[in-house]
């Protein structure tokens, strides 16, 4: 056997080793914690990521530790040299933390299902982008609570291979705590796949970041960091706004911030629901980070989930949302249509998928019984994607990341609450 060979036999043994130690267990322990590191000098570009701006923009939004302009040349070929934006730079302090440049340039009109090549300031990289279908079939890929360890690694891969068209979160983000410069961490961690396709947010506990009389300003590194379209839907709040793409309406709720009736949240959210035009999107999602459905033992009774549902669920049932994901619980579960505890043909279906992989752990202790309401339940690793194939069908699909592959475990065809005329008059 020659020396090729040899190599050969080995990987081969290596690998079927390896295959048996992680074929055995089952549940596996939180990963390490990761830690990306800044590659180039204090001018070059990192932390890139892009939102969705109305139908035919986008938002590109990056960090670099000198100052640097807010450029970016853009355009359909590798050379990026068709058009230009400007846009603004902006940094916060965070007790003895003091940000790098914050670059945010919107920009386009840009052509939809299409790859944009673009450039940041004076740096010479170029990164690419696909803008999101303006119609039917459009793919989300849907994952909360991720923070950045070994878990989130396997997770964002199976993402990435998952081609999706934009990435919906439903808070908790970099699990930083106040140590600013795992938001820095973390964003070059994403910014593989954030850079590429728009990765839509919003907030979880773990995004708060406030410490009595040091900062008592809540979501400072947050909002400086993810901003998000919020203006375009008449929200006066980064925490809370909506947006349309390829005929699906999302509104992005914050668990952290005032609900109540009274609350400008409250108010907000009422208008955006009555503006819903189902013939332009005849489906709605909602996301949210504290569950008001979860029969994990995890997060019971906590106001975010108990008081905001019993302040908003009426409106959501009464607009005929879809389906509303939430995160928080680090497990993932999926329920029937529910309206006040009992299902309902016309309702809401409950989506938790708070299992991205941070470095809390798995949530493993259930409620037992398995309540009839819930439909499927396990404490893995992993993320959803949704397929919306037209306007009566979408594929939810949840991909657990079982020994660290990506493997479809609850797949079920959900049909829009606007193609029911039981639902929709
Ligand atoms: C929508 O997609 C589903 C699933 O592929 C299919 O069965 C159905 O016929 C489609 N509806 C229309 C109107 O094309
Ligand atoms: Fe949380």
Not at 176 to 203: C, H, K, N, Y
Not at 364 to 378: A, L, N, T
Request: proline content about 6%; aromatic content about 12%.
């Amino acid at each position: 056997m020659g020396i090729k060979g040899q190599i050969l036999l080995v990987l081969v043994i290596i690998g079927w080793l390896g295959f048996d130690a992680v074929h055995c267990y089952n549940r596996p322990p939180p990963g390490k914690n990761i830690a990306v590191p800044h590659v180039g000098d204090d001018a070059t570009p990192q932390q890139v990521h892009i939102s969705q701006v109305g139908q035919d923009k986008m938002r590109i939004s990056w960090i670099t530790h000198e100052p640097t302009s807010a450029t970016v040349e853009y355009g359909p070929s590798p050379s990026a040299n068709a058009f230009s934006a400007n846009g603004e730079t902006t940094f916060y302090n965070y007790v003895t933390y003091l940000s790098g440049h914050i670059h945010n340039v919107v920009i386009g009109p840009l052509k939809p299902n299409t790859v944009y090549y673009y450039r940041l300031g004076e740096s010479d990289k170029t990164y690419n982008l696909k803008t999101t279908p303006s119609q039917f079939p459009i793919k989300f890929a849907v994952v909360g609570d991720l923070g950045q360890t070994e878990w989130t690694v396997s997770t964002l891969q199976h993402i990435k291979d998952s081609n999706y068209d934009m990435l919906l979160l439903p808070g908790d983000l970099s699990y930083a705590d106040v140590i600013q410069p795992l938001w820095d961490s973390f964003g070059r961690l994403v910014e593989p796949l954030a850079s590429e396709r728009p990765w839509m947010v919003t907030t979880g506990n773990h995004d708060v970041e406030k410490i009595p009389i040091i900062h008592r300003t809540p979501f400072t590194a947050y909002n400086a960091r993810w901003k998000m379209p919020f203006q375009e839907s008449g929200s006066d709040s980064n925490l809370y706004y909506s947006f349309d793409v390829s005929g699906v309406h999302v509104i992005m709720l914050g668990s952290y911030t005032d609900f109540d009736s009274d609350s400008a949240q409250y108010q907000w959210l009422k208008g955006d629901l009555e503006n819903i035009n189902r013939g332009k999107t005849p489906w709605v999602f909602v996301l949210v980070h504290a569950p008001w459905y979860n029969s994990n033992e995890a997060h019971q009774g906590e106001r975010e989930s108990v008081g905001m549902k019993a302040s908003m669920e009426d409106l959501l049932y009464q607009a005929r949302v879809d389906v509303i994901f939430a995160g928080h619980v680090h497990a993932y579960e999926r329920f029937k249509r529910v309206y006040n505890d009992e299902s309902d043909d016309c309702a809401p279906i409950y989506i938790n998928i708070g299992d991205g992989g941070n470095r809390e752990g798995l949530a493993k202790k259930y409620q037992d019984p398995q309540p009839d309401i819930s439909m499927f339940r396990e404490a893995s690793f992993g993320h959803g994607t949704i397929d919306v194939v037209n306007a009566s069908h979408a594929l939810w699909s949840w991909h657990k990341n079982d020994n660290e592959e990506r493997v479809a475990s609850d797949t079920v065809w959900l049909t829009s609450l606007s193609s029911n005329h039981a639902c929709i008059a």
